[in-house]
Nanobody, 129 residues
Framework: QLEVVESGGGLVQPGGSLRLSCAVSGFRPGYTLTFYAIAWFRQAPGKEREGLSCISTTGRTNYADSVKGRFTISRDSAKNTVYLQMNSLKPEDTAVYYC???????????????????WGHGTQVTVSS
């Protein structure tokens, strides 16, 4: 069973930065992180879950307009971890951030729609002065 664990959230002032981590374990036998598509989502109180960014099996990335140019997704296959570097944070970035994973060995692209099979429990990010 795939396990997805987010970390790195916290309280940060507007304009600050945070780096979230998504540690993935429990891969199918013979497969590694690079056979899985990974995405980051967030959900603020009273709002729908929003797709932010994803990285495909080939390393192709995709970003929502709301975070493009501020957030960067990356993957460290040796550590089985995907990161979300968040810069120039705004109060409206306050939300619970989730990592999601799909086994997707044949597709070079990824989606920021919530069509993922495995989800972490989330990590809280609060942007406030």
């Amino acid at each position: 069973q795939l396990e997805v664990v987010e970390s790195g959230g916290g309280l940060v002032q507007p304009g600050g930065s945070l780096r979230l981590s998504c540690a993935v374990s429990g891969f199918r036998p013979g497969y590694t992180l690079t056979f899985y598509a990974i995405a980051w989502f967030r959900q603020a109180p009273g709002k729908e879950r929003e797709g932010l960014s994803c990285i495909s099996t080939t390393g192709r990335t995709n970003y929502a307009d709301s975070v493009k140019g501020r957030f960067t997704i990356s993957r460290d296959s040796a550590k089985n971890t995907v990161y979300l570097q968040m810069n120039s944070l705004k109060p409206e970035d306050t939300a619970v951030y989730y990592c999601a994973v799909n086994f997707n060995p044949r597709s070079p692209i990824c989606t920021i729609q919530p069509q993922y099979d495995y989800w972490g429990h989330g990590t809280q990010v609060t942007v406030s002065s």
